[in-house]
């Protein structure tokens, strides 16, 4: 594991903000509960210690300051108790909950080794609303701890759903694996247990990567992996495959949230019965059972295009979420709407996101700094009317906005945008210049719209910023996040010949009140 160790190779560029620190996790966070145990490790909830990071060398004049700051950003938190002197510093009064993935390197395999490094690095990659989050990584001791979304709705095989709501949860499922296919990645063990909801809604995410790859597309997969009963007919015997194989298993999801039972195999002992070998292998299923009286013929169709035994044969991740939006989902609503028309993204942005998206795209490089790192930094659970809002600007379902999508959600509205104009915004809004406008760039050109700027969020961001904790973000700070992404001409912009940036100067800049935050 050393080059895991090595935290050079891994300071987070514009588009990741992933820290990884060889020091204990007792240094920032304490377990409060522990939900799950293997052979490996564990699985505990964590939060933060309220003296942890550079939040406990800030003064009572820097939180008088962060409480006054605030109201102008978005609507203001509960009046705090009177302060003294001798008050502590600000902290949240329900500290913030993260899941914990604890794994003991001394008791790995090399192959488990390298599965969980590939973990790591994929999930470093990754920015999609319904994919879980690596937020930091601790290494002490021969043990290494993930600390990422905790999902606190338990996984979507704990519910029983009505067809509405499970239509919702696959097209979820589907937004999640388009994404991924398009960047190569395939997750090789789609199950149940491994789509989680975030909340009491039905959000949800997919979790434990440590079994996923990246591939070319000239090639295909060889390893068998995964779980025996979302296993695809191509895994199981051995053969080569691709992302395909994910289309199957979520088809066999689908099967078991419809009508409650696996279709094929369920146990590992089943692949002694020949009879249910063979079944999976030509894909033999049929509807006939009164449960299936239920379901919507939409809803049937979408699990006959999902499991079919040839890969080629079964739709892509693609053609599974046109399905969904165009014919599933649509047949489900009451009255039946006419005739069915893809999204468009055409009602879901207003001139107030308008407004923010502008004063995002005109800040300076400092600034952006700062929303981005709190986009990426803070709690995603109740942005389900935002994720909604993105996923329908997408209209292509890739996980990311184009310039074509953003022109079309803006001028659909009858705003006075030219081409000329959305080009310039898209520019503005494309932070780490991708081309493409990504979840996280989204999240933090519409804050400011959505009132997400809170005092909180405020601290939470400062203390990230400040790595080493010194209560003011350095040039060594910066360059640390920006990683090989440093410019020296952006830091000097940021910086205007100062040594650092205390905590008065980050919340003006937030507010537009110094230069940068203008330019």
Request: aromatic share 8%; glycine share 6%; hydrophobic share 30%.
């Amino acid at each position: 594991m050393d080059d895991l160790c090595d935290t050079s190779q891994h300071k987070p560029s514009r588009s990741n903000y992933v820290w990884i620190r060889n020091e204990p996790l007792s240094s920032t966070y304490e377990v409060s509960k522990q939900i799950g145990l293997g052979s490996m490790g564990e699985v505990s909830i964590v939060q933060k210690k309220s003296d942890s990071g550079s939040l406990r060398n800030l003064s009572v004049k820097d939180t008088s300051l962060v409480r006054t700051m605030s109201g102008t950003f978005s609507s203001p938190p509960p009046p705090p108790p009177p302060t003294s002197p001798t008050s502590p510093p600000l902290s949240p009064s329900s500290p913030r909950q993260y899941a914990c993935k604890t794994v003991a390197m001394l008791r790995m395999s090399s192959p488990q080794i390298t599965e969980f490094k590939n973990e790591i690095e994929i999930l470093r990659d990754l920015d999609h609303p319904n994919i879980v989050q690596l937020y930091e990584c601790f290494i002490h001791q021969h043990k290494i701890y993930l600390i990422m979304d905790l999902c606190k709705g338990g996984d979507i095989g704990e519910r029983v759903l009505n067809e509405i709501d499970t239509s919702n949860v696959i097209r979820q499922i589907f937004e999640a694996l388009q994404y991924l296919h398009l960047r190569r990645v395939a997750h090789r063990d789609l199950k149940l247990e491994n789509v989680m909801f975030v909340g009491d809604g039905i959000k949800i995410k997919l979790i434990d990567f440590g079994l996923s790859e990246r591939y070319v597309q000239s090639s295909k997969m060889k390893k068998a992996c995964g779980t025996i009963y979302t296993a695809s007919p191509e895994v199981i015997t051995g053969q080569t495959y691709t992302t395909q194989t994910d289309v199957w298993s979520a088809g066999v999801c689908l099967w078991c949230l419809l009508v409650g039972e696996v279709p094929f195999l369920k146990e590992m002992e089943d692949l002694q019965v020949p009879e249910k070998v063979e079944k999976l292998k030509k894909a033999q299923y049929t509807f006939k059972d009164p449960k299936w009286t239920q379901i919507s013929s939409a809803g049937r169709s979408l699990i006959s295009y999902c499991l079919r035994a040839h890969p080629g044969s079964r739709y892509t991740s693609k053609e599974c979420l046109s399905h969904i939006n165009d014919k599933w989902i649509p047949s489900l609503t009451s009255p039946p709407p006419s005739p069915s028309k893809p999204k468009t993204g055409r009602k879901r942005i207003n001139s107030v996101m308008l407004r923010s998206f502008e004063n995002f795209s005109n800040s300076g490089a400092l600034k952006k700094k700062i929303l981005m790192t709190m986009a990426y930094t803070m709690e995603k659970s109740g942005l389900e009317d935002l994720d909604r809002t993105f996923s329908d600007i997408d209209v292509n379902n890739e996980g990311t906005i184009s310039v074509q999508e953003l022109r079309s959600a803006i001028k659909d509205k009858n705003m006075k945008y030219g081409d000329v104009e959305v080009d310039n915004l898209f520019k503005g809004l494309d932070y780490d210049h991708s081309g493409q406008i990504h979840y996280k760039e989204f999240l933090a050109a519409a804050m400011e719209s959505q009132n997400m700027i809170t005092a909180e969020r405020l601290l939470e961001t400062f203390d990230r910023m400040d790595e080493d904790n010194s209560g003011c973000i350095s040039r060594e700070n910066l360059r640390s996040m920006l990683g090989k992404d440093w410019d020296e001409s952006a830091e000097e912009e940021m910086f205007q010949g100062k040594d650092g940036i205390d905590f008065d100067t980050f919340l003006k800049v937030v507010k537009g009140q110094t230069e940068q935050a203008t330019k």
